[in-house]
C-alpha cells in the first residue's frame, strides 16, 4: 500500500512516497492506525536475518507487485491511517497495490510475533503512534 513511511532522520512525520505492507489496523481513542512493515526493491546485501523477506520477481507478481523486492518486518511504523501517511486514501482503490494470500500472511504474522516476542530490541519502531 503507497504510505507515506517514515525515515530514520525523522521517524516522527511522513516521509516520501514509499510501498509499504500493512500488517495490522488499530482503532482507539486516538483514532485509526496501522502498523506498516517496510519494503524496498533494492537487492539485499549479506545475510538474511530473520524477519527479512525476499521475494522473487514469481512471488512479487502472486502478491500483486511488478518487481521483486525485499519486506523487512524489523523495521515497522505505526502510522496514523490519515491523508497525511496515506496520501491515496481517497482515490480509488485507497492507495492499495497488493495482496497478499492468506497463507502468506499467517506466515508473516507469526514472524512477527516472534521477532517482538523474543528480539524486540531488532525492532526499528518508526512513527507518532509509537509515543502514545
Known sequence: MWCAFPEH???LTPGP???GYVLVTVAD???V???VAYTTTRPWIGGIP???????LQQARATGQSKAFVLDLRRIAYIPVDSDWFPHLA?????????????LRGEL???VKEIFGRHPDTVERLGPRWRR
Open 109 to 111: 504474522e507469526m514472524v
Open 17 to 19: 512516497p514509499h510501498t
Open 29 to 31: 481513542a486516538w483514532g
Open 91 to 103: 482515490t480509488p482503490g485507497h492507495g492499495i497495490i497488493g495482496h497478499a494470500s492468506e497463507t
Open 50 to 56: 530473520r524477519g527479512v523477506r525476499i521475494f522473487t
Open 9 to 11: 532522520e525523522d521517524p
Open 33 to 35: 492506525g496501522a502498523m
